[in-house]
């Protein structure tokens, strides 16, 4: 049963990645409601919720793990002289924290399964 929608959803993703190459939020509630059959407003709320946790998770300094899908970390970066690119004046940039997905091995695996099988047995020009 879950590989059924697995493939159902990745062949609605990818009609949807044909339409516009960008999956928004909206078009995100819109898939939930339709393989869950939940109401939009009920899939709204339950994609905010997880959006939501996954930020109040990294804002208390955790790292979140997705088995299967992948891991949301913060990686430090610190201060630095920087440069107006307008005036060429020097800038202090203060240190900060930034956002990063790392990719786990089954979504890389699905994802280049996807794109092996769409290729056709075409050469790229890099082998």
Do not use: C, H, W
């Amino acid at each position: 049963m879950r590989e059924e929608a697995t493939l159902d959803y990745q062949s609605e993703s990818e009609r949807t990645e044909s339409k516009a190459g960008v999956m928004t939020k909206a078009e995100l509630v819109d898939e939930v409601a339709r393989v869950v059959q939940l109401t939009k407003k009920q899939a709204e709320t339950i994609v905010n919720i997880v959006f939501d946790s996954i930020v109040e998770s990294l804002r208390a300094g955790q790292k979140i793990e997705l088995r299967g899908f992948g891991s949301f970390r913060l990686r430090s970066r610190k201060s630095r002289t920087g440069r107006n690119p307008k005036t060429g004046e020097k800038v202090e940039v203060p240190s900060k924290k930034i956002p990063y997905f790392k990719p786990g091995k089954e979504l890389k695996e699905l994802i280049n399964r996807a794109v092996g099988s769409n290729s056709g047995g075409e050469k790229t020009g890099t082998e």
